[in-house]
């Protein structure tokens, strides 16, 4: 009764989301600040305006959304722990700085930045020829491969967890292959320089296209998105999730040239017209507007990050050097499963992969700063 291909499907399994009790929840990579309050309002007053529009469909091109998107890019440079904030005015850092403006017709949004992916799986990658990517990143690209019967090519990572960006190339040309690969990467959390990207884009296949994944991008030093004047097969996919506080929501969009952002405009309008509802666009664009708030707050993830990352590091921890909300940590002698079972028996959940090579790392998610301590407090037992 059930069609092959379901036989190639190994479905993703997200952080853990718990109802038998309340927990401190530092495993999903969540914003730990809410939304700003600009955003409840906007969706309050939407809902009670403009109550007619919940019962017709929204407009398939979002297109006020996509020019606020490129307002907000414009405004930041792509990274909120690099803005620079007088007010409510966001200036980008000088390296973050772009000699273009980003534009609306570069922009697709989509229903969270897992829907966008897989238009883009659909729209770039064949059954062809494998997709080369690194053996370690997020697990939601190989799901994708066994949903679109697209071969793969994992590439092991160097022994310091970064990327192996020469075999990659290699592997890439070999077989004339698209790419992706996740930049800061997930679950390590380290992030290849904007010159290291131009670098694959100069050496990767010119009729293929480099995925760069940058849903943790606001919280490190820079992005990808000057490199789009230069290379056309470049595609960067973002997400409001992380730094936007948006996962409750659901918003991801695409960067890239008008051209291929059309072409996966043409497969979302042959599965979805209206992927993004009248009051998650409403929220959005809300957002986009109070771009001051969410850079404030990713400065403050930022520095909570790094102060955690040394309590571990002075107490004997191995601890990766993270551009992200998060940090890759594990304690010689203890495995990952008892450092997670440990930790949520005191009412903290974080993540641990049961994946050969990574077993003994958990990763932890970024909170407030009393969320921190209180995790601190357990981790000094351990």
Known sequence: MLAQRLTNLHPYVPGEQPTDREYIKLNANENPYPPHSSVADAVKVAA???????????????????????????ATGGVFANTSIAGTTCTPSDKNKTSFKITKDMIFCGNGSDEVLSFVFYTFFDSDRPLVMPEFTYSF????????????????????WSLNVQTMLAEANKTDSSLIFANPNAPTG???????????????????????????ADFGSESCIPLLQEF???????TFSKSLSFAGMRLGYIISSPELTKAVFTVKNSFNHFPVDFLAKTAAIASCKAAWYYAENAKKIVAERDSFTTFLRNRGWFV???STNFVFTKKEGTSGTAIYEAIKKEGILIRHFNTPGIEDFVRITIGTHEQMDALKKIMEAI
Request: aromatic share 8%.
């Open 48 to 74: 009670e305006t403009h109550r007619e529009k919940l019962g017709l469909y929204p407009d398939p091109d979002v297109t006020d959304l996509r020019q606020a998107i490129a307002d907000m890019i414009n």
């Open 141 to 160: 690209y190989p799901v994708y491969c066994g949903y679109y019967n697209i071969p793969m090519n994992p590439i092991p990572l160097q022994k310091d």
């Open 190 to 216: 380290i992030a290849l320089t904007r010159a290291q990207v131009a670098d694959i884009l100069k050496k990767a296949p010119k009729s293929r296209i480099v995925v760069v994944d940058e849903a943790y």
């Open 232 to 238: 056309s097969n470049l595609v960067i996919v973002r």
């Open 320 to 322: 990766i050097d993270s």
